[in-house]
């Protein structure tokens, strides 16, 4: 497996941390503001990048010494999603991420999970004419960009 760094004619493939957490929906915007305070999220001319999931149902029982208290019976939480995004290689901002996400989640034992990872990023050459680009099409992305209520970003 490849774990260190390359080019290729379009990319650089570099070395970062993946880090994925788990949580309710409706906590995911309130722990993403935060992380954001502390590193930006970018890649290449964008930045707040992330990734969620669509909503999964959690499957627990809480157990002696859990704030819940111990239960018999199994729970199913519905609505919970999985979110990731891309680091620096960097213990230290790793570390502050990862404290941030604790402290902003609403759970006593948050599903927190970092692998080391390669990923793309472009050159930045000129692809202004490749048909297969968002911007060179009629595509939903560009009807987006244009509306007051568009989350906008990355396709």
């Given amino acids: 497996m490849v774990d260190q760094a390359f080019e290729t004619t379009s990319v650089r493939m570099e070395r970062m941390c993946l880090l994925t957490f ?11 503001a935060e992380v954001v305070q502390i590193t930006p999220l970018t890649m290449g001319n964008y930045d707040s990048n992330a990734w969620q999931s669509g909503p999964g149902i959690e499957r627990y029982r809480p157990l002696e010494g859990a704030a819940a208290g111990p239960e018999a019976t199994l729970r199913k939480r519905p609505g919970t999603v999985e979110v990731s ?8 901002l790793i570390e502050r991420v990862i404290e941030t996400i ?27 004419t490749n048909p297969n680009r968002w911007w060179n099409t009629t595509g939903d992305w560009k009807n987006k960009r244009a509306s007051p209520d568009a989350d906008g970003g990355q396709p």
């Fill in 85 to 92: 995004f891309e680091l620096p290689d960097e213990q230290r």
């Fill in 102 to 128: 604790f402290g902003s989640h609403s759970y006593q034992e948050p599903v927190i999970r970092l692998q080391t990872i390669v990923t793309a990023r472009s050159r930045g050459l000129d692809d202004s």
């Fill in 22 to 32: 788990q949580a309710p929906s409706e906590d995911v915007d309130r722990i993403l």
